[in-house]
Nanobody
Framework: VQLQAFGGGLVQAGGSLRLSCAAS????????MGWFRQIPGKERENVAA????????YYNDLVKGRFTISRDNAKNTVRLQMNSLKFEDTAVYYC???????????????????WGQGTLVTVSS
């Protein structure tokens, strides 16, 4: 499985960005997908996750109400709409796929099997 994340960039505080992640393979609808972020010197943290069908979503409290995760299984794509961005949202954002069959939502780094290359989001204050 190959994941390619894109859509990062520089935005002013209060602005919006939409990240996308394109996945290869024929079984995208069987993957649990997640978005993580990481800043230098800190552990990678889960931002949002979405179940295989898209019916269940999870958000870190830090982004709840501002970020929305969605997926399009027909297009092998997962997105992260980020609104009301804050300076502290600045990070490299990664998409991840869990291909193991168990579970419906996972938020732990070690529970994911494949990772995209990351896309930098910089929010200026």
């Amino acid at each position: 499985v190959q994941l390619q994340a894109f859509g990062g960039g520089l935005v002013q505080a209060g602005g919006s960005l939409r990240l996308s992640c394109a996945a290869s393979g024929q079984s995208f609808s069987t993957y649990i997908m997640g978005w993580f972020r990481q800043i230098p010197g800190k552990e990678r943290e889960n931002v949002a996750a979405i179940s295989r069908s898209g019916s269940i979503t999870y958000y870190n409290d830090l982004v709840k109400g501002r970020f929305t995760i969605s997926r399009d299984n027909a297009k092998n794509t997962v997105r992260l709409q980020m609104n009301s961005l804050k300076f502290e949202d600045t990070a490299v954002y990664y998409c991840a796929a869990r291909v193991r069959p168990k579970g419906s939502i996972v938020t732990v780094v070690d529970e994911y099997d494949y990772w995209g290359q990351g896309t930098l989001v910089t929010v200026s204050s």
